[in-house]
T-cell receptor, first 116, second 118 residues
Framework: KAGVTQTPRYLIKTRGQQVTLSCSPI?????VSWYQQTPGQGLQFLFE???????NKGNFPGRFSGRQFSNSRSEMNVSTLELGDSALYLC???????????????FGAGSRLTVL | AQKITQTQPGMFVQEKEAVTLDCTYD???????LFWYKQPSSGEMIFLIY????DEQNATEGRYSLNFQKARKSANLVISASQLGDSAMYFC???????????????WGLGTSLAVNP
């Protein structure tokens, strides 16, 4: 069974540009979460989607947005890129509704964004 | 405020020996879940083990076990018989329970880098 697929794996952008990252969850998984990972801040929660609805949102500025499609695939978008947005962006999917304790997340390999 | 603390930025262990990675957490909830993930240099986060706050027994998954001490709010990961492939970053994470309302994201520690020496 295919895992969580994230594209692109690596990308380089310049300040002020925008970027769209894509995530295809495991087949049958309906919940998708996004995390930003940086050396200084560790992993920080961006947002969580279930059945095309954003169920949960982290403390990030409005430049960070996302959506989920009817096939559970998800995209996140960062507009007006800043140097501090350089990070590994991880997507994770899970089978159940987002509000269950042992809702184990399966992660993709991430999209590494570098902003110059 | 940070709710997951991993006090060991880096650890070394000899191949075939056991190693304990520390994790302490802070929550006012009675219902919560604790997770350990491994992140090799490839970047993918790999789930290792889960412990629910109401689970009476310590979780075990193959060579991984979780030393859960609820009163001390610690959830240390024990890796037995270390292998070279265990070299990676290890993250402890927590999801709070019903009282957290919509805030059921995973909260992460900063990780411990484990190096297994041959």
């Amino acid at each position: 069974k295919a895992g969580v697929t994230q594209t692109p794996r690596y990308l380089i952008k310049t300040r002020g540009q925008q970027v769209t990252l894509s995530c295809s969850p495991i087949s049958g998984h309906r919940s998708v979460s996004w995390y930003q990972q940086t050396p200084g801040q560790g992993l920080q929660f961006l947002f969580e989607y279930f059945s095309e609805t954003q169920r949960n949102k982290g403390n990030f500025p409005g430049r960070f947005s996302g959506r989920q499609f009817s096939n559970s695939r998800s995209e996140m978008n960062v507009s007006t890129l800043e140097l501090g947005d350089s990070a590994l962006y991880l997507c994770a999917s899970s089978p159940g509704r987002p509000y269950s304790g042992a809702n184990v997340l399966t992660f993709g390999a991430g999209s590494r964004l570098t902003v110059l | 405020a940070q709710k997951i603390t991993q006090t060991q930025p880096g650890m070394f262990v000899q191949e075939k020996e056991a190693v304990t990675l520390d994790c302490t957490y802070d929550t006012s909830d009675q219902s919560y879940g604790l997770f350990w993930y491994k992140q090799p240099s490839s970047g993918e986060m790999i789930f290792l083990i889960y412990q629910g706050s109401y689970d009476e027994q310590n979780a075990t998954e193959g060579r991984y076990s979780l030393n859960f001490q609820k009163a001390r709010k610690s959830a240390n990961l024990v890796i037995s018989a270390s292998q070279l492939g265990d070299s990676a970053m290890y993250f402890c994470a927590m999801r709070e329970g019903a009282n957290a309302g919509n805030n059921r994201k995973l909260i992460w520690g900063l990780g411990t880098s484990l190096a297994v020496n041959p």
